[in-house]
Structures are given as structure tokens and as C-alpha cells.
């Protein structure tokens, strides 16, 4: 079982930047694929992003490419989320998983973090 703990959300306008961290313990991190994912008020949880374990291929969800950059320091045991040009519609609680897998077209995680809320102003 993975650890993972989540940091760096908060309020930004419409427009603005955010970073988040997730650092993960328990396991030999730079063997672990790692990913973020968000879930909105009264909406599914989401994919965002993906990275492997050796920080390429990562992959996006279509809503965040060109706007979100995924990566990651194993030195550090830590993974990213550099979001830009924030949009109100990105607000959500963003969870990192660790051990992503393919799940009915989309991707899923075996571990989670307890995530972190992000409300952009529009």
C-alpha cells in the first residue's frame, strides 16, 4: 500500500496558476505510475493526468492538455500538477493516485490520497 498526501490547493482566479504536490511513501516510488484525478460537486470523480513510473509517456485528459503539465522527482518522491489558465470549470477536489490502471475506458488507481480542494473565481 501506497501513502500518498496531497498539498499546494486553494482559491485562484479565472486565469491564474497553481502547483500541486502529492508525496507518497511505502513503496519504492520510482516504480509506482503515478496520476491525478478530480471530482466536482455532484459530478463522477475524473482523469486528469498521468506520468509513469520513469516520467514518459504522460498522458491528459483532453478537458487539461496544453493547460496541465504532470510531472514528477523521484528523488524527492513527489509527483506534480502545474496548472495554468485556470478555468472555473476546474474546480474540484484533486486527488494523485498511485498504481494506475486501465478501468472501462479510462483510468483508475489503487491508492489515493485524501485530496486537496481547488476553487478558481471567475
Known amino acids: 500500500q501506497v501513502q500518498l498526501s496531497e498539498s499546494g490547493g486553494g482559491l485562484v482566479q479565472a486565469g491564474g496558476s497553481l502547483r500541486l504536490s502529492c508525496v507518497a511513501s511505502?513503496?519504492?516510488?520510482?516504480?509506482?505510475?503515478m496520476g491525478w484525478f478530480r471530482q466536482a460537486p455532484g459530478r463522477d470523480r475524473e482523469f486528469v493526468a498521468f506520468?509513469?513510473?520513469?516520467?514518459?509517456?504522460?498522458l491528459y485528459a483532453g478537458s487539461v492538455r496544453r493547460r496541465f503539465t504532470i510531472s514528477r522527482d523521484n528523488a524527492k518522491n513527489t509527483v506534480y500538477l502545474q496548472m495554468n489558465s485556470l478555468k472555473p470549470e476546474d474546480t474540484a477536489v484533486y486527488y494523485c493516485?498511485?498504481?494506475?490502471?486501465?478501468?472501462?475506458?479510462?483510468?483508475?488507481?489503487?491508492?489515493w490520497g485524501q485530496g486537496t480542494q481547488v476553487t478558481v473565481s471567475s
Open positions: 493516485a498511485a498504481d494506475l490502471r486501465a478501468y472501462k475506458s479510462s483510468w483508475t488507481g489503487e491508492s
Open positions: 511505502g513503496r519504492s516510488f520510482s516504480n509506482i505510475d
Open positions: 506520468v509513469s513510473r520513469s516520467g514518459n509517456p504522460r
